[in-house]
Each structure stands twice: as structure tokens, then as C-alpha cells.
């Protein structure tokens, strides 16, 4: 196995057009947008500090890891803090050497959040396990409309609101593709006091992602994996999201309601709006994401195993940064884990 480090503004159409067949021929979990060349090429248009890992085998191109290299020759994922997802893509698991990806790409240490199990070897001892909640749609909406009935009260109540929303403010409208700019500014207004409000980092602070956002929502060429979509009861605005659909995953990413309207459940009223239109378009599924929201356990099917934590070359930062994964684990199961997650995701805005 050989890794080449380059920028990746250097990535050439024959090599972009490599990485999207072994999405095709590689394991379904690749399939998901931020896996995309779209994704990363718009990505590099906002951060300079956009590199590639190409990797090769027996001199045949083999795989690709893009992600970002820090101060202090620290890496980081693809899109930082907004990357629900991320590994290598490749046709089949290379199990790359984390030593010698560190080595290839000028790295002491690699921060990971959201890594697919399996990607580098090797086993990624003292990262700590987790998972993304997914919603199964490939079956047809009726047959899923029965499980969630039967798992949670949630799915019900959501349908009760839907009559009560209907009798009292106006018949829902759903707007699966939404290009309108004065919602799509309406989205980010909420989100913003959101944050706010629960005291949750700003993701939206650092200017890139704002640009990166603007750039996925813009994009209007065929097979662009942006879409906005909007919820409405006669002309009042309920709820929106903006999220990525590609290949069959529909990855919900950035929902927000108006709060005046909270007693409706704006925002399941959304979600179920958009399941119904996964499962009419045949999309195996929905990614929720990671976290443990209560409407994600109510919701979810099905899950994605992730793994989180640091790979070093050694020393004394590999001792701390796995005492710091080790502390991931314990705080997971603590009365206090809410609370320090919201510092956490502070911290991690400003990254």
C-alpha cells in the first residue's frame, strides 16, 4: 500500500470519477452525501486547508480520505464540525494502516467524530463506540407508518397534530425542493436562536460554513446533492430543513421550526412529511445522524455503528488523547453527559 498526500485542489476528473465508482461498488454506508466529490469539491472551494489521502494498490488506485490539515500538523475530517460522516472510500475496506496515514499526510495526530469501523487498522483501540439513528423507507411509507406505531407513541401524536394543525391554522403544504431565499434565511434565523437558546455551540459562526451552506443550497445542476424543504399550514411557514439526498440516503442535517407554533410539533410534522416522500421516491433511508435526541429513538429503525475519538503516532499525546476518549465513554453514561456535551459543542463550533 502507497498513500500520496495532495491538495485537493489537485484532484484531477479521472481520479473524482474513481472515488464515485467505488461509492457505487463499495459498501452502502458510502453512499451518503458527505461522501460525495460534489461534497468535497465544495467543500475545497471554502477551506484552503483541504488535503487528500490517495491510495494505491500494487500501483492501481485504490482509495481516497480528504480532510483538513490544522495548526500543530493536527488533522480533521472533512467539513470539520458539520461532517456527520467520514472514512475512506474505497471498493472494498483497505484497513490502512494508521501509522502510516499519519506518516503519508504530515500528521501527528487525527481527530475523528463520526468514523465508519473498519477503515484503519489497526482495530481503533481506545476510540470510543457509537452510532447514527437511520429511518428505513425503502419498504413503502404504510409498512413503516405500522413499525413506528408500534415502537413509540410518537408517530401518533404526530398524526393527531397533523389533523389538529390542519383544523385550526390551514391544510399542510409540503414543499419537498424548496428554492425560495427569504425561507432559506428564515431557516438560519431559527437555527441561530436555537443555539442560542440551548446553549448549543453556533456551527453557523465560522464564516466558511456559512459559505459552504450558501454554495449546497446554489447549486441547481443535476445530481446536486442540496435540498431545502418547507412546511406550511394555509400561509404560515411551520418548519424547514436543509439536508443532502444522493444515492438513495436522504441525511437529515439542519431542521428548524417557528417556536410560536411548538404545541403542533412542528417539527415531526416535517419529519414525517419528508419520510413520506423518501419512502414515495424509493430512498433506502433517512440518516438522522448521531446523538441521542429523543425524537431520533422514537423515530429511528435502524442505526450506523461510528466510532469517535483521536489516532496518534505516539507518546505522551497518545496517552492523553486516549485518557480523553476513555473520558468520552464515562461521560456518555453520566447524569452530567447533556451538560458537558453543550460545552463540548461550544468548543467544537469555534474549531
Given at each position: 500500500m502507497?498513500?500520496?498526500?495532495l491538495?485537493?485542489?489537485?484532484?484531477?476528473?479521472?481520479?473524482?470519477?474513481?472515488?464515485?465508482?467505488?461509492?457505487?461498488?463499495?459498501?452502502?454506508?458510502?453512499?451518503?452525501?458527505?461522501?460525495?466529490?460534489?461534497?468535497?469539491?465544495?467543500?475545497?472551494?471554502?477551506?484552503?486547508?483541504?488535503?487528500?489521502?490517495?491510495?494505491?494498490?500494487?500501483?492501481?488506485?485504490?482509495?481516497?480520505?480528504?480532510?483538513?490539515?490544522?495548526?500543530?500538523?493536527?488533522?480533521?475530517?472533512?467539513a470539520?464540525?458539520?461532517?456527520?460522516?467520514?472514512?475512506?472510500?474505497?471498493?472494498?475496506?483497505?484497513?490502512?494502516?494508521?501509522?502510516?496515514?499519519?506518516?503519508?499526510?504530515?500528521?501527528e495526530?487525527?481527530?475523528?467524530?463520526?468514523?465508519l469501523?473498519?477503515?484503519?487498522?489497526?482495530?481503533?483501540?481506545?476510540?470510543?463506540?457509537?452510532?447514527?439513528?437511520?429511518?428505513?423507507?425503502?419498504?413503502?411509507?404504510?409498512?413503516?407508518?405500522?413499525?413506528?406505531?408500534?415502537q413509540?407513541?410518537?408517530?401518533?401524536?404526530?398524526?393527531?397534530n397533523?389533523r389538529?394543525?390542519e383544523?385550526?391554522?390551514?391544510?399542510?403544504?409540503?414543499?419537498?425542493?424548496?428554492?425560495?431565499?427569504?425561507?432559506?434565511?428564515?431557516l438560519?434565523?431559527?437555527?441561530?436562536?436555537?443555539?442560542?437558546?440551548?446553549?448549543?455551540?453556533?456551527v453557523?459562526?465560522?464564516?466558511?460554513?456559512?459559505?459552504?451552506?450558501?454554495?449546497?443550497?446554489?447549486?441547481?445542476?443535476?445530481?446536486?446533492?442540496?435540498?431545502?424543504s418547507?412546511?406550511?399550514?394555509?400561509?404560515t411557514?411551520?418548519?424547514?430543513?436543509?439536508?443532502?439526498?444522493?444515492?438513495?440516503?436522504w441525511?437529515?442535517?439542519?431542521p428548524?421550526?417557528?417556536?410560536?407554533?411548538?404545541?403542533?410539533?412542528?417539527?415531526?410534522?416535517?419529519?414525517?412529511?419528508?419520510?413520506?416522500?423518501?419512502?414515495?421516491?424509493?430512498?433506502?433511508?433517512?440518516?438522522?445522524?448521531?446523538?441521542?435526541?429523543?425524537?431520533?429513538?422514537?423515530?429511528?429503525?435502524?442505526?450506523?455503528?461510528?466510532?469517535?475519538?483521536?489516532?496518534?503516532?505516539?507518546?505522551?499525546?497518545?496517552?492523553?488523547?486516549r485518557?480523553?476518549?476513555?473520558?468520552?465513554?464515562?461521560?456518555?453514561?453520566?447524569?452530567?453527559?447533556?451538560l458537558l456535551?453543550?460545552?463540548?459543542?461550544?468548543?467544537?463550533?469555534?474549531s
Amino acid at each position: 500500500m502507497k498513500i500520496h498526500s495532495l491538495p485537493a485542489r489537485e484532484l484531477t476528473s479521472p481520479m473524482l470519477a474513481a472515488c464515485e465508482q467505488w461509492r457505487t461498488s463499495g459498501a452502502r454506508e458510502l453512499r451518503n452525501p458527505f461522501f460525495s466529490t460534489r461534497f468535497l469539491q465544495e467543500v475545497a472551494k471554502t477551506r484552503t486547508d483541504t488535503w487528500i489521502a490517495w491510495i494505491e494498490l500494487d500501483g492501481n488506485p485504490a482509495g481516497l480520505l480528504a480532510y483538513h490539515r490544522r495548526a500543530g500538523r493536527i488533522g480533521s475530517p472533512l467539513a470539520g464540525h458539520l461532517s456527520d460522516y467520514q472514512g475512506v472510500v474505497s471498493a472494498q475496506p483497505l484497513g490502512v494502516p494508521a501509522g502510516e496515514l499519519l506518516r503519508a499526510c504530515r500528521l501527528e495526530l487525527f481527530d475523528f467524530d463520526h468514523l465508519l469501523p473498519g477503515h484503519l487498522q489497526p482495530a481503533e483501540t481506545g476510540l470510543v463506540e457509537t452510532s447514527s439513528s437511520i429511518i428505513e423507507t425503502g419498504a413503502g411509507y404504510e409498512p413503516l407508518a405500522a413499525t413506528l406505531a408500534r415502537q413509540s407513541t410518537s408517530w401518533s401524536k404526530t398524526q393527531q397534530n397533523r389533523r389538529r394543525v390542519e383544523k385550526e391554522l390551514g391544510v399542510l403544504r409540503f414543499e419537498e425542493e424548496c428554492r425560495d431565499t427569504e425561507v432559506w434565511r428564515t431557516l438560519w434565523r431559527w437555527k441561530r436562536a436555537q443555539y442560542a437558546a440551548t446553549g448549543v455551540g453556533d456551527v453557523l459562526q465560522p464564516s466558511w460554513t456559512r459559505e459552504l451552506l450558501e454554495r449546497l443550497f446554489e447549486d441547481r445542476a443535476d445530481g446536486a446533492p442540496g435540498i431545502l424543504s418547507a412546511l406550511w399550514a394555509g400561509d404560515t411557514l411551520l418548519a424547514v430543513h436543509f439536508g443532502m439526498r444522493e444515492r438513495g440516503v436522504w441525511h437529515y442535517w439542519f431542521p428548524a421550526y417557528d417556536p410560536q407554533w411548538a404545541r403542533y410539533g412542528p417539527g415531526l410534522l416535517l419529519l414525517d412529511e419528508i419520510t413520506r416522500a423518501a419512502a414515495a421516491h424509493g430512498i433506502g433511508y433517512i440518516d438522522l445522524g448521531k446523538g441521542d435526541a429523543s425524537y431520533k429513538r422514537a423515530w429511528a429503525t435502524g442505526a450506523i455503528p461510528l466510532l469517535e475519538g483521536t489516532i496518534t503516532r505516539g507518546g505522551v499525546v497518545t496517552a492523553y488523547r486516549r485518557g480523553v476518549a476513555s473520558l468520552r465513554g464515562a461521560v456518555k453514561n453520566s447524569p452530567a453527559g447533556p451538560l458537558l456535551r453543550r460545552w463540548r459543542d461550544r468548543f467544537q463550533a469555534h474549531s
